[in-house]
């Protein structure tokens, strides 16, 4: 079979795909990776992929250069006579389904990994995007014929809404790890570090996350509160580094690309955000043995077992997050017993091989360990 893997960004597909592209090839599968070209694009190839490339802006929201967008993706896919085409993120998932009707690819599959900050907010401005994105997806779902989500509450909410058939639904727990990498190791001290990664962004709970160290560093003066992330320059929601700085309460390390060292050196891991899809640090850091304090909202809850691998707190509530993070400070057996149950869970839902597996279900193929 012929697959083409479309997003609009190589590193989507780079680092959230090549897995299931790599087994397809295993397979003996004829793979694509359509995407505009980027710093990963040119070593698809030695995986066995090609990349195929197109134009598109991310950003923009001009009539003209969203339709040249469509012609683009067309003209880039109609003489790879695929069997299947995978889309992922909100663009190539409406522009793509749009353009492989076009040419006529037998299963057009779309990958919804959540609905985005404009669920969070309730100004004129995401009203009116949560309003078009609707409409769009109400369109295109219809011509679809599967729509993979990586939680339960965004498929519920579109299936309220009559955005998307029941029937067309496939959920599986993410875009997985590996396991066997993301495993517990030695910690080199006896600190006590609690940490959190992400962008820094408000709906992060990046604030919360700084009130609550401050609250816990007057009593507990000898514990490190550490934050690795950057601001998203562009975004409305971003956070300043200038910020991100100051904070006295904090230790902010800025983006790091040795993040399963930093984990291996953890005690707690904390996540208060107000919505996600399905976090991919928090399934790493249950692989590596941490207990996780996440709030409970769309995506963060789908990632522990309350009181057994974690807790779920309330969102935008950092008093309630000081005292839950104080819980497993004060608990070492605790902290122990929640940490292998997470990895355990990891391992159980959160493994490539289980969600390499749940891919091969929906394409109709057999995976062979």
């Known amino acids: 079979m012929t697959f083409g893997f479309l997003s609009h960004l190589d590193l989507n597909l780079w680092l959230f795909r090549l897995p299931i592209m790599q087994e397809l090839v295993r397979q003996r599968h004829t793979v694509y990776a359509i995407c505009p070209p980027g710093e990963k694009s040119d070593d698809f190839t030695r995986h066995g992929i090609t990349h195929i490339s197109y134009d598109i802006s991310r950003s923009s929201l001009n009539p003209i250069k969203e339709l040249q967008a469509i012609r683009n993706i067309y003209t880039a896919i109609q003489p790879l006579n695929l069997d299947i085409l995978h889309t992922f993120t909100a663009k190539p998932n409406i522009y793509g389904t749009l353009a492989g009707k076009l040419a006529k690819i037998p299963r057009i599959i779309n990958l919804v990994e959540g609905l985005g900050s404009f669920y969070l907010e309730n100004d004129l401005k995401s009203r009116i995007v949560r309003t078009v994105i609707e409409f769009f997806y109400t369109q295109i779902f219809k011509l679809s014929d599967t729509v993979m989500f990586v939680n339960h509450d965004d498929p519920a909410y579109l299936i309220s809404k009559s955005i998307v058939s029941p029937k067309k639904v496939f959920i599986m727990k993410g875009v997985g790890i590996d396991t066997n990498e993301w495993k517990p190791l030695p910690k080199e001290d006896e600190w006590i570090r609690v940490t959190m990664i992400a962008r820094a962004l408000k709906h992060k709970g990046v604030i919360e996350f700084i009130d609550a160290a401050t609250i816990l560093g007057k009593k507990y003066p000898?514990?490190?509160?550490?934050?690795?992330?950057?601001?998203?320059?562009?975004?409305?929601?971003?956070?300043?580094?200038?910020?991100?700085?100051?904070?006295?309460?904090?230790?902010?390390?800025?983006?790091?690309?040795?993040?399963?060292?930093?984990?291996?050196?953890?005690?707690?891991?904390?996540?208060?955000?107000?919505?996600?899809?399905?976090?991919?640090?928090?399934?790493?850091?249950?692989?590596?043995?941490?207990?996780?304090?996440?709030?409970?909202?769309?995506?963060?809850?789908?990632?522990?077992?309350?009181?057994?691998?974690?807790?779920?707190?309330?969102?935008?509530?950092?008093?309630?997050?000081?005292?839950?993070?104080?819980?497993?400070?004060?608990?070492?057996?605790?902290?122990?017993?929640?940490?292998?149950?997470?990895?355990?869970?990891?391992?159980?839902?959160?493994?490539?091989?289980?969600?390499?597996?749940?891919?091969?279900?929906?394409?109709?193929?057999?995976?062979?360990?």
């Open 222 to 369: 000898e514990i490190s509160f550490q934050y690795v992330g950057s601001p998203d320059e562009g975004n409305r929601f971003s956070i300043t580094e200038e910020f991100m700085k100051a904070q006295s309460s904090i230790n902010y390390l800025g983006q790091q690309n040795n993040i399963r060292h930093i984990l291996s050196q953890s005690t707690v891991f904390v996540l208060p955000s107000y919505r996600e899809g399905l976090p991919r640090t928090s399934m790493e850091a249950a692989s590596m043995g941490l207990p996780i304090v996440t709030a409970d909202v769309v995506g963060c809850r789908e990632t522990i077992d309350q009181g057994i691998t974690g807790f779920l707190i309330p969102p935008q509530n950092a008093q309630v997050l000081a005292e839950t993070i104080e819980i497993l400070i004060i608990n070492p057996l605790l902290r122990e017993k929640m940490g292998k149950a997470g990895r355990e869970k990891a391992i159980r839902e959160f493994d490539i091989r289980a969600i390499i597996e749940k891919h091969f279900e929906v394409y109709g193929l057999k995976y062979v360990h």
